[in-house]
């Protein structure tokens, strides 16, 4: 990664960060800009160069990325549901699991809190689709359909839609239950409830 671009990701990452901890802190609405460019040592200027919006100091995902590369290194044979499910298992383990404690790593503990504000603000949960149709076309673009295929592109849509649903399901029921279940073990258990044991490799 070019240094610059490096830095760029460093900046978001330490907005962001500071932004979650204070819409935590204080609430959402009671938090403006100028408390989180403040609180990061930027400029408000800054703060909207990199989120347009409010809402995106929430929602910006950094790691439909990570997921899509795994899909696109999974095996094409297998089932669709599969290749997706197992990125999203394993995507996860990598960020929440610590193999020391078994506790969260600060990265699940900052996804934890970000996903506390989505579920619990209202101008966050209906913006949260945004975030859902933008990471099912990371997964359909990873699986390597497009128009030109219109059958497998439909298909691919449908797995990655369902599968979304699925880990939804799970991100809410951890979160209700303050992070203390395992994330991936909880999205596993979503998936072969939807699509049976198998979609996770058991």
């Known amino acids: 990664m070019a240094l610059r671009e490096q830095r760029?990701?460093?900046?978001?990452?330490?907005?962001?960060?500071?932004?979650?901890?204070?819409?935590?802190?204080?609430?959402?609405?009671?938090?403006?800009?100028?408390?989180?460019?403040?609180?990061?040592?930027?400029?408000?200027?800054?703060?909207?160069?990199?989120f347009p919006t409010k809402e995106d100091l929430v929602l910006a995902d950094q790691h439909a990325a990570d997921i899509a590369e795994r899909i696109a290194a999974s095996p094409p044979e297998l089932p669709l549901v599969r290749r997706i499910g197992g990125a999203l298992i394993d995507g996860t383990a990598a960020l929440t699991r610590d193999g020391r404690d078994k506790g969260l790593t600060p990265t699940g503990q900052f996804l934890l809190a970000r996903l506390k504000l989505m579920i619990s603000t209202p101008a966050l949960r209906a913006k949260h689709l945004d975030n859902n149709y933008v990471l099912q076309q990371a997964i359909v673009g990873a699986l390597g359909y497009d128009a030109s295929e219109p059958d497998k592109l439909f298909q691919a849509e449908a797995a990655a839609s369902a599968c979304l649903a699925a880990l939804h399901t799970a991100l809410v029921r951890w979160a209700e239950e303050d992070g203390r279940p395992d994330l991936p073990g909880l999205i596993g258990m979503a998936l072969a409830a939807a699509f049976g044991e198998t979609v996770t490799g058991a």
């Open 8 to 50: 760029r990701l460093e900046t978001q990452r330490a907005i962001q960060t500071h932004a979650v901890r204070l819409f935590a802190e204080r609430g959402y609405d009671a938090t403006t800009v100028a408390d989180v460019a403040d609180a990061a040592g930027v400029s408000a200027m800054t703060v909207y160069r990199h």
